[in-house]
T-cell receptor, first 113, second 114 residues
Framework: QKEVEQNSGPLSVPEGAIASLNCTYSDRVSQSFFWYRQYSGKSPELIMSIYSNGDKEDGRFTAQLNKASQYVSLLIRDSQPSDSATYLC?????????????FGRGTQLTVWP | DAEITQSPRHKITETGRQVTLACHQT?????MFWYRQDLGHGLRLIHY???????NKGEVSDGYSVSRSNTEDLPLTLESAASSQTSVYFCASSGPGLAGNEQFFGPGTRLTVL
């Protein structure tokens, strides 16, 4: 089992819809969870960090964390074509605060007008 | 503004040559990382450093080396380039504490080994 699993997609939603991206992880002591957005040909860009169970909202983005289920998700409300990108889930390694992360392979999202 | 830069952005080299990719950050971060990204594999960690004179191997370190002589720079060297090392290489850095897991990425270097 890989440390971080994401639906490979691609996920396609119409403009204005809610896009839901899911991620599961295997390391029960992980404390830090991240979502990165990567446009084609560009580098990953951090868009959300979440450390506690529950929801964290930032604009149109909501990250949801359930440590008991080892599950983290990203909701994008009112999806826009500019949200079309690959979304990477990342989890810290063995509870380390020293920065090592496990990355999922990413979910490709397409938002069509 | 603080940033992380990589150079060159594109590089074409021949099999067997030594290649060094530069990474420079002005965040004053202790932690620095090198990844390669290939289709079907996602981001794979090559080497990382938690501070000056500290280096560690990641999951795909064979054929690569790094050195950390100051806080700002972590150059990645391919000792003898191979076609299998054709990839996009990303450098990242992160700071202290729990938020130290937040990694910030450079723009990447696209390396082609012929």
């Amino acid at each position: 089992q890989k440390e971080v699993e994401q639906n490979s997609g691609p996920l396609s939603v119409p403009e204005g819809a809610i896009a839901s991206l899911n991620c599961t992880y295997s390391d029960r002591v992980s404390q830090s969870f991240f979502w990165y957005r990567q446009y084609s040909g560009k580098s990953p860009e951090l868009i959300m960090s979440i450390y506690s169970n529950g929801d964290k909202e930032d604009g149109r983005f909501t990250a949801q964390l359930n440590k008991a289920s080892q599950y983290v998700s990203l909701l994008i409300r009112d999806s826009q074509p500019s949200d079309s990108a690959t979304y990477l889930c990342a989890v810290n390694v063995r509870g380390s605060t020293l920065g090592r992360l496990y990355f999922g392979r990413g979910t490709q999202l397409t938002v069509w007008p | 503004d603080a940033e992380i830069t990589q150079s060159p952005r594109h590089k074409i080299t021949e099999t067997g040559r030594q290649v060094t990719l530069a990474c420079h950050q002005t965040w004053n971060h202790n932690n620095m990382f090198w990844y390669r990204q290939d289709l079907g594999h996602g981001l794979r960690l090559i080497h990382y450093s938690y501070g000056v004179q500290d280096t560690n191997k990641g999951e795909v370190s064979d054929g690569y080396s790094v050195s950390r002589s100051n806080t700002e720079d972590l150059p990645l060297t391919l000792e003898s380039a191979a076609s299998s090392q054709t990839s996009v290489y990303f450098c990242a850095s992160s700071g202290p504490g729990l938020a130290g897991n937040e990694q910030f990425f450079g723009p990447g270097t696209r390396l082609t080994v012929l």
